[in-house]
């Protein structure tokens, strides 16, 4: 297997965490964007809030996975956490797609976190990827999460927006299990 230079967003969060493990486990290197002063060349510092990525450190990866954004399941959605929770996604999704537009080599392969609340209550109803958006908070919020990811989609040869599996509210009892098994 050829060995790669992966850069995730939301690499302490719970899908995140698991899969640098994993990426890590399988021999490549993984290249943290933290919001915090990097501590070695393992990490890259960004700030989402004000739209500012070290592209710098972006240099020579393969690919971009982006799964930062608030928790979901671990608090009441109040008026201002569900603004905590969309600004942290679209926002620090703007801020890594511009980087990557931005870059003379882009990597190759651009994957965006998003949310299966992109389809709304769904009721007995199944849906797919070609199904459209439901209404609400979660299915709005994800729309424009994933056209934040536009400029990244545009510049690198391969992307995907991952609708994985979210709380649909703030309140919920168990741990939301992650949608993959590493």
């Not at 021999?27 to 070290?54: F, I």
């Not at 710098?56 to 929770?85: E, F, H, M, P, Q």
């Not at 392969?109 to 979660?138: C, I, K």
């Amino acid at each position: 297997m050829q060995r790669s230079r992966i850069a995730v967003a939301g690499a302490s969060g719970l899908i995140g965490s698991a899969l640098v493990r994993s990426l890590t486990a399988d021999g490549h290197e993984v290249v943290r964007l933290v919001r915090r002063e990097p501590r070695d060349e393992s990490e890259v510092r960004w700030d989402p809030e004000a739209g500012r990525v070290d592209t710098a450190g972006l240099a020579g990866c393969d690919a971009l996975v982006n799964l930062a954004g608030a928790g979901v399941g671990s608090r009441r959605w109040t008026d201002a956490y569900k603004k905590r929770i969309h600004d942290s996604r679209v926002n620090g999704t703007t801020a890594l797609a511009r980087a990557v537009a931005s870059l003379d080599e882009p990597p190759k392969v651009f994957v965006n976190g998003s949310a299966m609340g992109y389809y709304g209550e769904t009721g007995d109803r199944v849906v797919d990827e070609d199904s459209p958006a439901g209404r609400g908070f979660l299915p709005e919020l994800c729309v424009e999460w994933e056209a934040a990811a536009a400029p990244a989609e545009r510049a690198a040869a391969a992307s995907a927006s991952v609708r994985a599996p979210m709380p649909p509210t703030g309140t919920s009892q168990a741990p939301v299990p992650p949608p993959i098994t590493w």
